[in-house]
């Protein structure tokens, strides 16, 4: 038979065939509109709650297999850059498609150490929120703030504009983070100091003590950043699609990453890790495990940290978080958290439930058990997130802004409400269940 880059598609309520050529091998949504019963009709959807097996974009960025656990940045395994590379290093290929070489680093580092500072009004801001104020919400009202003092950003057609609003972005959250942070424990800001690396200087403005000298420990600071590698993309999950979603109306970039950021704030996304802590913590020793994961079998409640929309294998990132740990623990000591967290992933990996429906560890199961040894609480973690994905969501932004083929973002649905019907006045109308 001859090959052809086609489908046919029978209609078998009219009997007609139509042939749909494929776009880089696969279907492309709008020719299904074409499908009708009656030429008055709108015609047929693609019908994918949660976009299942739908692609929205095309992108040269992140390459994700599920089934096989593998992740690359720009073709380049995540093993391979968490292991050789700075954080900065990988947030320049993110950005620009290729690895720096070594002048090209200095100044790429020079250029966001050089935007660390936020302007005074946004340090204000942070100061008004209850010390008691979720970690988030002060990151993502921030960082959306940093939008009024910016408004160029506002040209995002221009692609050198959008350089210097990533620039400014990646260098201004961790600042706006550690400005949180030091709100909630109501200490005096530390301002950032350049003279120190990424990661170090985010160390420096968390845990700096008034009037005494603070040196980053180097194991934790070559930890968080491995960390921050690990986290700074992964395709088009839930937060990025968001990303993408705003960005497509042209709105600022700012404004862009708060939002990317608050679909990052939820339990079934960057508020996992949050949420593994807690779990870790109810479960309270290793001989409550079993205990709880046959609760978690008859339905009540998840297991934290465990199963992944795409991966259907061990997620890459958590085994190399989970090699980390040991490093780490021997400067901070061990948290007993990890020996449940080992007891629960044994069992897991070993029980049919979790095995038949392929649900391993991800990213998040190991990453808050280090944050904690660190000195985090686990209302952090998602900060701790959003900092290095800031990176993904921009990258991603910088190539939808130049695809032709992207537009505004705009999903059908199918409407199941009631047709056309006659308006009741007031004083005949009988109280209805809601509906929804
Ligand atoms: N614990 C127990 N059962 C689970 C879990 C879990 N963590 N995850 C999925 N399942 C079960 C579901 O109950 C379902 O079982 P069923 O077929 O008997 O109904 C089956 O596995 C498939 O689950 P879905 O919800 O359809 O899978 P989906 O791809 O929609 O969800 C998700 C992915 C949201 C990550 C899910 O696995 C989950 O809730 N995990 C816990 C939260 C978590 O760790 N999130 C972090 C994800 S990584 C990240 O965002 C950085």
Same mark, same amino acid.
């Given at each position: 038979?001859?090959?052809? =880059?086609?489908?046919?598609?029978? =209609? ?19 020719? @299904? ?15 994918? *709650? ?6 929205? #974009?095309? !992108? ?16 380049? *395994? ?6 050789? #590379? ?24 020079? !250029?966001?150490?050089?935007?660390? =500072? ?6 204000? +801001? ?20 940093? !939008?009024?003092?910016? *408004? ?5 057609? =221009? ?46 403005? +968390? ?8 040196? *980053? ?9 491995? @960390? ?9 999950? #839930? ?31 960057? &508020? ?94 190991? !990453? ?6 660190? &000195? ?61």
């Amino acid at each position: 038979m001859e090959r052809k =880059d086609s489908f046919t598609i029978i =209609d078998n309520r009219t009997g007609k065939s139509y042939e749909i050529p494929l776009v880089s091998g696969h279907l492309p949504a709008p020719e @299904l509109r074409q499908i009708k019963v009656d030429p008055e009709e709108y015609g047929t959807m693609a019908y994918a *709650p949660g976009f299942m097996n739908v692609a929205s #974009c095309k !992108s040269a960025i992140t390459y994700i297999d599920g089934d096989r656990g593998i992740l690359w940045y720009r073709g380049y *395994p995540i093993e391979e850059l968490a292991e050789n #590379c700075t954080f900065l290093e990988v947030a320049y290929l993110l950005i620009h498609g290729e690895l720096p070489t070594q002048d090209q680093l200095q100044q790429w580092e020079q !250029s966001i150490l050089d935007n660390y =500072d936020v302007p005074e009004d946004i340090k204000n +801001l942070i100061g008004t929120f209850r010390h008691d104020a979720h970690p988030m919400g002060m990151l993502i009202s921030a960082v959306a703030a940093l !939008s009024t003092f910016y *408004p160029e950003a506002k040209r995002v057609r =221009d692609p050198e504009n959008r350089m210097v609003q990533i620039r400014r972005l990646i260098a201004k959250v961790p600042t706006i983070a550690a400005y949180a942070y030091r709100r909630a424990m109501s200490l005096p800001y530390v301002y950032p100091d350049a003279s120190l690396n990424y990661t170090e200087n985010f160390m420096h403005m +968390l845990w700096k003590p008034p009037h005494r000298a603070y040196k *980053p420990h180097p194991v934790l600071a070559r930890a968080l950043d491995v @960390l921050f590698i690990l986290h700074a993309d992964h395709e088009q999950n #839930c937060s990025t699609h968001t990303m993408r979603s705003v960005g497509s109306s042209e709105a600022d970039p700012y404004v862009a990453v708060a939002a990317a950021a608050a679909a990052l704030s939820g339990p079934l996304h960057g &508020g996992a890790n949050e949420a593994v802590l807690r779990m870790l913590k109810e479960i309270g020793s290793k001989e409550n495990v079993p205990a709880y994961i046959k609760k978690v079998k008859e339905g009540h409640g998840r297991l934290m940290g465990f199963g992944h929309r795409v991966y259907k294998n061990y997620d890459p990132r958590a085994r190399i978080i989970k090699r980390m740990a040991d490093q780490v623990f021997e400067v901070t000591g061990r948290n007993p958290l990890l020996d449940i967290a080992l007891e629960l992933e044994r069992i897991a990996l070993e029980d049919e439930y979790f095995v038949t429906r392929k649900l391993y560890p991800n990213v998040d199961f190991y !990453s808050g058990i280090i944050y904690q040894a660190m &000195g985090f609480d686990p209302s952090w973690f998602t900060v701790l997130f959003a900092i290095p994905r800031t990176v993904g969501w921009l990258a991603q932004w910088n190539e939808q802004m130049a695809d032709p083929e992207q537009k505004i973002a705009r999903p059908r649905q199918i409407y199941t409400g009631y047709q056309k019907r006659s308006f009741v006045p007031m004083d005949q109308r009988v109280a209805q269940a809601a509906t929804a």
